[in-house]
């Protein structure tokens, strides 16, 4: 049902999406919050602010995921999204990149972030910005692939050797 209602993406189910936020079973509750993005009422990201300020870092990783879907409707999003790729969890700094993958944003406005998580002490981290370099920092992806082709981690240096093969030559 969740996911129907963020499919819809009309703020009408902002209410039943922030009701399934207290349902028994996680994968409701994580559908719920992840069709709150879709929606992106101020309500709905009312919601998702909260939840991106919760203790918990899981919630935090899927608030934000969530978020991204929101970026364009809401001046909030952008600047908490800024502030979670700066979490102490290294979880929320990958969820905060893949969240910002999913949206169809060619603008390159994420490139500096990208750029500056490239550097991130946690492999976790390195390893998604190999993986979305291409989408959200398209002008720059080559030259963060190198550098994280020559990373002292092997997962890190396997993601990015792979990401730069698919690269047009």
């Given amino acids: 049902m969740a996911y129907a209602l963020g499919r819809l993406s009309i703020a009408a189910a902002t209410p039943a999406l922030l009701r399934l936020l207290d349902d028994p079973d996680r994968r409701v509750r994580d559908q719920a919050r992840d069709a709150l993005g879709s929606v992106g009422s101020p309500t709905a990201v009312d919601a998702l602010l909260a939840e991106a300020s919760n203790q918990d870092p ?48 060619h603008s390159s406005r994420w490139a500096p972030l990208v750029a500056q998580l490239a550097n991130d002490p946690d492999p976790t981290v390195r390893q998604r910005v190999a993986t979305v370099a291409h989408h959200l920092a398209p002008n720059n992806v080559s030259d963060i692939l190198r550098r994280l082709a020559d990373d002292p981690d092997a997962t890190v240096r396997q993601a990015a050797e792979t990401q730069l093969n698919r690269l047009p030559k």
Avoid: E, I, N, Y
Avoid at 63 to 68: E, G, P, R, V
């Fill in 58 to 105: 899981r919630l935090r990783a899927q608030a934000a995921k969530a978020l991204a879907k929101a970026a364009d409707s809401d001046p909030r999003v952008a600047p908490r999204l800024m502030l979670l790729s700066q979490d102490d969890d290294a979880t929320v700094r990958a969820a905060t990149l893949s969240g910002l993958a999913t949206v169809d944003d």
